[in-house]
């Protein structure tokens, strides 16, 4: 049954765009998680002022699992309003979605008010509206309504979806992975994520902490590697990224999520 609770949390900007979420939507789709579960409800939570990144993420997780199923969230009654009629569009066949999509819209906040366990649930761009003293009681009670073996995933990005970063959660609201993700061309320095970084770890990009000493050595790897850039900035990256894991840090993944622009480490090589 669903939890009849007032929802948890406050409205934020709302601030939305389309294609701003790719990257951590193919992070998603990506996932072992996700791609093995049998019929997974995923939570778009927060959808902001248009429903259109829940349907973009339908659209992106169908491929991977046919059976997905996507829930908007938002604690904006207006903004709920809103989607749904968007979603009535999208039923008559005219929009670039799916007709059939199996997506629908409901008022909620934190408590992530479902009828079933999602296994996963996307919180982007929320929390960073919030303190950083209001992240752990957020994340419990997010983590608490997964499945076992699911992910929450809370992170942030640029307006235009070209700097993206994100921390995955379990059920029992461990951290487990830090995820950058970066579009590569006109790349200046990987450190610019450092503005979008998740509201737990921006504050402690700073001399002595671990996220500042891991965005300095990407840093340091890159501009060595400058030279690589004559075969393109993909091999550069590549090459930056190899430098990071032959350092010691904890690099996980292998050159296919590398060359997207993307690097995941262990949580605890960055945690405050």
């Not at 996700?34 to 002022?49: E, I, K, R, S, Y």
């Not at 248009?50 to 604690?75: C, D, H, M, Q, W």
Request: overall charge positive; some cysteine.
């Amino acid at each position: 049954m669903a939890r009849r609770t007032a929802p948890t949390g406050h409205a934020t900007r709302g601030t939305t765009g389309t294609n701003r979420l790719r990257r951590v939507d193919r992070w998603i789709a990506a996932r072992r998680e996700f791609t093995t579960a049998t019929a997974p409800l995923v939570v778009d939570l927060g959808f902001g002022a248009s429903g259109v990144t829940a349907f973009e993420l339908y659209a992106r997780l169908v491929k991977t699992n046919p059976t997905v199923e996507v829930l908007g969230i938002e604690i904006d009654a207006e903004r709920v309003a809103r989607a749904t009629e968007q979603l009535a569009e999208v039923r008559t066949g005219t929009t670039a979605f799916p007709a059939n999509a199996r997506v629908s819209f409901v008022k909620g906040g934190f408590e992530t008010p479902t009828a079933r366990a999602p296994q996963i649930i996307r919180a982007f761009n929320v929390l960073r509206q919030y303190d950083e003293a209001d992240v752990p009681a957020a994340w419990k009670l997010m983590a608490s309504r997964l499945n076992p073996g699911g992910l929450l995933i809370e992170g942030t990005c640029d307006e235009i979806g070209r700097v993206s970063s994100w921390i995955d959660i379990d059920n029992t609201t461990t951290p487990l992975r830090f995820t950058l993700s970066l579009r590569l061309a006109e790349l200046d320095a990987p450190s610019i994520v450092a503005e979008r970084l998740p509201k737990a770890l921006i504050h402690h990009n700073v001399p002595g902490e671990r996220i500042h000493a891991y965005l300095a050595a990407l840093d340091d790897a890159w501009e060595r590697k400058a030279p690589l850039g004559t075969f393109g900035t993909v091999q550069r990256w590549l090459a930056t990224v190899r430098a990071v894991k032959e350092a010691g840090w904890p690099v996980q993944g292998t050159s296919t999520r590398w060359r997207l622009g993307e690097v995941t480490v262990d949580w605890e090589s960055v945690a405050p």
